[in-house]
């Protein structure tokens, strides 16, 4: 069964609307998690790094302000997407990874079309 | 800083034969991890296999293998006895640390 719960599945909404996607791990506590993001047919690319009860680090070129994270507890972490635009639209997934603990798992992404 | 590359955008195979997907790296870091994911048309990342940088037997599981060349720096997942639920993305990757990349990925067809 799934280790890495990861919602909405899919969410289409207005521009301008934030959007707020919530990643947990089930079964374990999560040290780290780690958002991406992925267009059609391309590679996941990291957006950013957090650790439970600290600010996140983001990827060169990634907008913090537009891309929130936070990992208030070592089970959940949450993306909260500000003021979309059609441009943010992109597959979104989380992964959790407890250190020493293999492998790294994933939830189940998040299609987000901003109209 | 670590790289990870796949050259094979597309690979095809024809089913029950036994298949190769790429995978090479680069990293200056002596203790890192290998992986490989299967990523389905319906999006989900699939945890395949891993290969520790530091052991020393290659990687299986069932049907896949991972064919670890430390010297070369590459990491090839082996499929054998393709099966038409083996067709999708697959992506090797690499940790180092806290950090993990992607490859560009391979997306694989097999042929009934």
């Known amino acids: 069964g799934a280790v890495v719960s990861q919602h909405p599945s899919w969410v289409i909404c207005k521009s301008g609307t934030s959007v707020k996607i919530e990643c947990r791990s089930l079964?374990?506590?999560?040290?780290?998690m780690f958002w991406y993001r992925q267009f059609p047919k391309q590679s996941l690319m990291l957006m950013a790094t957090?650790?439970?009860?600290?600010?996140?680090?983001?990827e060169q070129g990634v907008e913090k302000d537009k891309f929130l994270i936070n990992h208030a507890s070592l089970t959940l972490s949450t993306l909260t997407v500000t003021s979309a635009h059609p441009e943010d639209s992109s597959f979104y997934i989380c992964?959790?990874?407890?250190?020493?603990?293999?492998?790294?798992?994933f939830g189940d992404g998040t299609r987000l079309s901003i109209l | 800083a670590q790289k990870i590359t796949q050259t094979q955008p597309g690979m095809f195979v024809q089913e029950k034969e036994a298949v190769t997907l790429d995978c090479t790296y680069d990293?200056?870091?002596?203790?890192?991890?290998l992986f490989w994911y299967k990523q389905p048309s319906s999006g989900e990342m699939i945890f395949l296999i891993y290969?520790?940088?530091?052991?020393?037997q290659n990687a299986t599981e069932g049907r896949y293998s991972l064919n670890f060349q430390k010297a070369r720096k590459s990491a090839n997942l082996v499929i054998s006895a393709s099966q038409l639920g083996d067709s999708a993305m697959y992506f090797c990757?690499?940790?180092?640390?806290?950090?993990?990349?992607f490859g560009a990925g391979t997306r694989l067809t097999v042929k009934p």
């Open positions: 990757a690499m940790r180092v640390n806290n950090d993990m990349r």
């Open positions: 290969q520790g940088s530091y052991d020393q």
């Open positions: 079964d374990f506590q999560a040290t780290t």
């Open positions: 990293t200056s870091d002596p203790s890192y991890g």
């Open positions: 992964s959790a990874w407890d250190r020493g603990r293999q492998p790294q798992h």
């Open positions: 957090s650790n439970e009860g600290s600010k996140a680090t983001y």
